[in-house]
């Protein structure tokens, strides 16, 4: 494999899509020696295949206001790689959606899904929809439908839709009520369900709980701990309000949040009513922090500002991607880090990685570190199949089981000579082995 060449054909059939090639760059470097190392997968052209997606579906989405004005937003489904099972990946509402993006995110996903053993192929969807200042009924309208055009094209051994950015417990509601409605069945075809209605305990604290029990293995791989470390923070959703939770939970003090308006300083430690209060600010369809300031004498907000410039032991980016650049590494290597957990998908940049990597800094990404919510989705899944439901406690074990073997598989593919963990390479070569050796099984026919 010519990787050079790979990229310059890529960037030729699409070009100005940075997300996606910055996503299919990481891997395809990651993979070149262990590529060139299997003559099958060259004789199979497995990376030319790999890096298209099976199919993308693009739709308009009009929907009407509260005062019956009417609007139009884009939708999308990509349907990436589903060689080792139905499409599997969330759906994104936010302005930023871009076909760019949401390829990006399938891609990334395939090898996700890959690296927690369940048999889950790779998928993202989404809109360009803002929810900021809607109404609730407005939500559900157009919820209503975004379904009415995607419904057709999902289903539970087909392709499974979940929560994203954007898109709750409340949103999943109301498309999966659309869908059961047009396809007249109730099946599995959504996670992140209600529970009344087939969702899975532990789902919505998943990936942040999932993240926090791989930052876990990763300190303890390091013989060190959690306990006591000061962590940093960005977003306040669920992805973030679990990670926080859990973290707290296990000895960890979160003394900086953030949101798209600045981050919140709080050396008193993240806990109780606090992390409560997180939800609430993301419930609240305003996409700001700083309210959180008044409500907790004793933190101070700062605007306009990341919370990579605090002083802390370990850094969680949860936020979106690229959030965290060159800069802020700079600044958080000054500053002492000795963990970096990407919980949000392709958070860091790549000059971000590179520096992290180059200083022996302790960095995962987020294809290993936030697998744990499309986990819990796939024991959703398997729940909605045998038409049963599993306490808390058995999700949670399952998800500590499933976040500890994928650790296991980075340290197996992605430990150097030097001892150094490289967990980049570690996740994209344990991933990329599956998917590619099951293409090759099935044949030229994806």
């Avoid at 977003?235 to 926080?244: H, L, P």
């Avoid at 700079?330 to 958070?347: D, F, P, Q, W, Y």
């Avoid at 987020?366 to 599993?390: C, D, F, I, P, R």
């Amino acid at each position: 494999m010519d990787a050079k060449k790979i990229m310059a054909d890529l960037e030729k059939r699409h070009p100005g899509e940075k997300e996606f090639l910055q996503a299919v760059h990481e891997v395809v470097e990651s993979v070149q020696e262990v590529y060139n190392k299997n003559p099958k997968f060259e004789a199979h052209k497995i990376m030319e295949r790999i890096v298209e997606p099976d199919r993308v579906f693009i739709f308009k989405v009009p929907w009407a206001d509260d005062e019956g004005n009417i609007h139009v937003n884009i939708g999308y489904r990509v349907q990436f790689n589903g060689a080792i099972g139905p499409y599997k990946g969330g759906i994104r509402f936010h302005p930023s959606v871009t076909l760019s993006s949401l390829k990006f995110l399938g891609f990334e996903q395939t090898f996700k899904n890959a690296l927690t053993t369940l048999p889950m192929g790779g998928g993202k969807g989404g809109s360009d929809f803002n929810a900021k200042g809607r109404s609730d009924n407005e939500i559900m309208r157009f919820c209503q439908a975004f379904m009415l055009e995607l419904w057709k094209h999902i289903g539970a051994e087909t392709d499974v839709p979940a929560g994203d950015i954007g898109v709750g417990a409340r949103e999943v509601g109301y498309m999966y009520g659309m869908y059961k409605k047009l396809a007249g069945n109730h099946t599995g075809v959504f996670t992140g369900k209600g529970l009344n209605w087939g969702g899975s305990l532990v789902r919505p604290e998943a990936t942040g709980f999932g993240a926090v029990y791989f930052l876990d293995h990763m300190l303890k791989a390091k013989k060190d701990s959690i306990k006591g470390k000061t962590i940093a923070v960005s977003g306040f959703g669920n992805v973030a309000w679990g990670a926080v939770l859990k973290a707290t939970e296990l000895g960890g003090k979160v003394i900086a949040i953030s949101g798209p308006d600045g981050y919140i300083i709080d050396e008193a430690g993240v806990s109780g009513e606090k992390i409560d209060y997180m939800l609430e600010l993301r419930n609240s369809n305003q996409d700001i922090v700083a309210p959180y300031a008044k409500k907790f004498p004793g933190s101070k907000f700062v605007a306009g500002k990341k919370p990579w410039e605090v002083k802390v032991d370990i850094a969680m980016p949860c936020a979106i991607q690229n959030e965290l650049n060159g800069d802020d590494a700079a600044t958080l290597i000054k500053n002492g880090v000795t963990t970096v957990a990407e919980v949000s998908n392709m958070g860091c940049t790549p000059e971000a990685i590179e520096a992290f990597i180059k200083k022996k800094i302790n960095f995962a990404p987020g294809k290993a570190v936030n697998a744990g919510g499309v986990a819990t989705s796939g024991l959703e899944m398997t729940q909605n199949s045998q038409k049963l439901a599993w306490t808390r406690e058995e999700v949670d074990a399952k998800l500590k089981q499933i976040m500890e073997n994928i650790h296991t598989a980075c340290v197996t593919h992605g430990t150097g000579k030097d001892g150094y963990i490289n967990y980049v390479n570690g996740a994209n070569i344990a991933g990329f082995m599956k998917v590619a050796n099951a293409m090759c099984d099935l044949g030229l026919v994806m």
